[in-house]
Antibody
Framework: QAQLQQSGPGLVKPSQTLSLTCTVP??????????WTWIRQPAGKGLEWIGR???????NYNPSLKSRVTISGDTSKNQFSLKLSSVTAADTAVYYC??????????????????WGQGTLVTVSS | QSVLTQPPSVSGAPGQRVIISCTGS?????????VHWYQQLPGTSPKLIIY???NRPSGVPDRFSGSKSDTSASLAITGLQAEDEADYYC??????????FGGGTKLTVL
């Protein structure tokens, strides 16, 4: 049921920057009431929201990761990307991109994740 | 430690009914924010099965239902089937932490 297509390396060295890209087929990342989102899942653990980018390009990040995260978009390729700097073994996880769709009125609290990427296992190791 | 608390595991025999709870607080579910539920089959991406507390996306069987009350929410699965064996996650908004997930519940079909 994955509708978004992820790409990027599965192995990153400690202290380097993790970079992943998500391609949105058949649509535009700059239109509609959507947040383009990154979520991760360490092995055997739960889901953690990393950050989001609105169709306007504005971004918000999980406070616990904010100092290391950058999410950006390329409208010409209909892609959005994640960069996580200064990675350590604790950043080893499956990373997912997802679309958050708005409903009703209100802001951040009126969204659910309806489309997901296939997931990318990123291992931080030398 | 997740902001939303779920039981680590639940189990049931085929045909039975199981309920998965999701307990929050006054800064999330208790503040009136909606709860959404996701099913993650082994080795796959999460899939939305309940949104806005009790609504099913197209294609999700009506065996799945959701409810919310006070500071908690529940996912009920009736007529349990072998293919329901998966991890289930609740998700909401928290005024202190933004978008949050529960720790996940592993459903085992006996």
């Amino acid at each position: 049921q994955a509708q978004l297509q992820q790409s990027g390396p599965g192995l990153v060295k400690p202290s380097q920057t993790l970079s992943l890209t998500c391609t949105v087929p058949g649509g535009s990342i700059s239109s509609g009431s959507y947040y383009w989102t990154w979520i991760r899942q360490p092995a055997g653990k739960g889901l953690e929201w990393i950050g989001r980018m609105y169709t306007s390009g504005s971004t918000n990040y999980n406070p616990s990761l904010k100092s290391r995260v950058t999410i950006s978009g390329d409208t010409s390729k209909n892609q959005f990307s994640l960069k996580l700097s200064s990675v350590t073994a604790a950043d080893t996880a499956v990373y997912y991109c997802a679309r958050a769709t708005h409903y009703g009125s209100g802001t951040y609290y009126r969204y659910y994740f309806d489309y997901w990427g296939q997931g990318t296992l990123v291992t931080v190791s030398s | 430690q997740s902001v939303l608390t779920q039981p680590p595991s639940v189990s049931g025999a085929p045909g039975q009914r199981v309920i998965i709870s999701c307990t929050g607080s006054s800064s999330n579910i208790g503040a009136g924010f909606d709860v959404h539920w996701y099913q993650q089959l082994p080795g796959t991406s999460p899939k939305l099965i309940i949104y806005r507390n009790s609504n099913r996306p197209s294609g999700v069987p009506d065996r799945f239902s959701g409810s919310k009350s006070d500071t908690s929410a529940s996912l009920a699965i009736t007529g349990l089937q072998a293919e329901d064996e998966a991890d289930y996650y609740c998700q909401s908004y928290d005024s202190l932490s933004d978008w949050v997930f529960g720790g996940g519940t592993k459903l085992t079909v006996l």
